[in-house]
């Protein structure tokens, strides 16, 4: 059973648009939510996190939005530049003993157009 | 930090063949994940150390999988009797005690032929 759901799988923006991808959990115990960014070849990198306890948290052009009564949470991209084209993946997590798993959404290709 | 590193970037065997990857996590991380990704998709958890204790395994770590970290630095995930559905790339992260951020290290891409 998939536990994050992300929405779209692959979207389309032109330079100096919004990028926004969607994600959807199920899990009410997740208490960490990472955004990753990652290029063909490499292993995804962090570019922000939320706590449910907070409804946004933004750094520089990235803002996570987070609503925990739905169990959505997105990432806004402002002013998307073609060297954001990547793949990005929502994450949720729960601290389980000691270890704190990452559960990863399926992922969205962003393509941005100069 | 000098970053998480992998080796072999890429590994290509036959069926039926045994593989090891390794890991080297950021000194001083105590902690350190695998997962495995397949194409198109999230990466998926398999296993959890902290410092040498493995802690956590994944129900998709089957008989054929074990991961060791012997000293507590760095890690070795063994595959044997290769299969071609353990095609994958294979990711390592490494954190810090007492937090969350999980840093990937390159990948091991594995094909089995």
């Known amino acids: 059973q998939q536990q994050v759901k992300q929405s779209p799988q692959s979207l389309i923006v032109q330079k100096g648009g919004i990028s926004i991808i969607n994600c959807a959990y199920e899990n009410t115990a997740f208490d960490y939510f990472p955004w990753y960014q990652q290029f063909p070849g490499k292993g995804p990198a962090l570019l922000i996190a939320?706590?449910?306890?907070?409804s946004e948290k933004k750094e520089g052009r990235f803002t996570i939005s987070f609503n925990k009564s739905a169990k959505q949470f997105s990432l806004h991209i402002m002013d998307s530049q073609p060297g954001d084209s990547a793949t990005y993946f929502c994450a949720a997590s729960t601290l389980s003993g000691s270890a704190r798993q990452l559960t990863f959404g399926s992922g969205t290709q962003l393509t941005v157009l100069p | 930090d000098t970053g998480v590193s992998q080796d072999p970037r890429h590994k290509i065997t036959k069926r039926g063949q045994n593989v090891t990857f390794r890991c080297d996590p950021i000194s001083e991380h105590n902690r350190l994940y695998w997962y495995r990704q397949t194409l198109g998709q999230g990466p998926e958890f398999l296993t959890y150390f902290q410092n040498e204790a493995q802690l956590e395994k994944s129900r998709l770590l089957s008989d054929r999988f074990s991961a060791e970290r012997p000293k507590g630095s760095f890690s070795t995930l063994e595959i044997q009797r290769t299969e071609q559905g353990d095609s994958a790339m294979y990711l390592c992260?490494?954190?810090?005690?007492?937090?969350?951020?999980?840093?990937f290290g390159p990948g091991t891409r594995l094909t089995v032929l």
């Open positions: 939320i706590r449910p306890d907070v």
């Open positions: 992260a490494s954190a810090r005690p007492s937090t969350d951020t999980q840093y």
